[in-house]
């Protein structure tokens, strides 16, 4: 009699294990396409807000220029400290106290 390497109890034919690894490997595969696709979708969304992140900056940097220029300017022309006041980047000249004593 010859032996075989393979017993008929572990005969992968009638066993249940290879359709039971199958479905975890398909179940496997579709996680990890779903999950590549939303990776992708969100480097997209990161790359749009870095975008819309460095245009902000940008665009304050250039307003922040403009009010030290305008700053500067008001240094030699004092008639556009009531735009810069309105602006809120001057304070608005305190009211003049006056230090006269009381009358005894």
């Not at 009699?1 to 005969?11: H, K, L, V």
């Not at 300017?73 to 004092?78: A, D, G, Q």
Request: proline content about 8%; overall charge positive.
């Amino acid at each position: 009699m010859r032996e075989t390497r393979y017993s008929p109890t572990t005969d992968m034919k009638n066993s249940p294990l290879p359709m039971i690894l199958l479905v975890v490997l398909a179940v496997s595969a579709f996680l990890s396409l779903g999950l590549c696709w939303a990776s992708i979708g969100r480097s997209r969304e990161l790359g749009s807000l870095r975008y819309d992140t460095s245009v902000i900056q940008t665009k304050r940097q250039i307003g922040t220029a403009l009010a030290a220029d305008a700053i500067e300017y008001s240094k030699t022309h004092p008639d556009i400290m009531p735009i810069l006041e309105a602006a809120g980047l001057k304070p608005k000249p305190a009211a003049t106290a006056t230090n006269k004593p009381a009358n005894k």
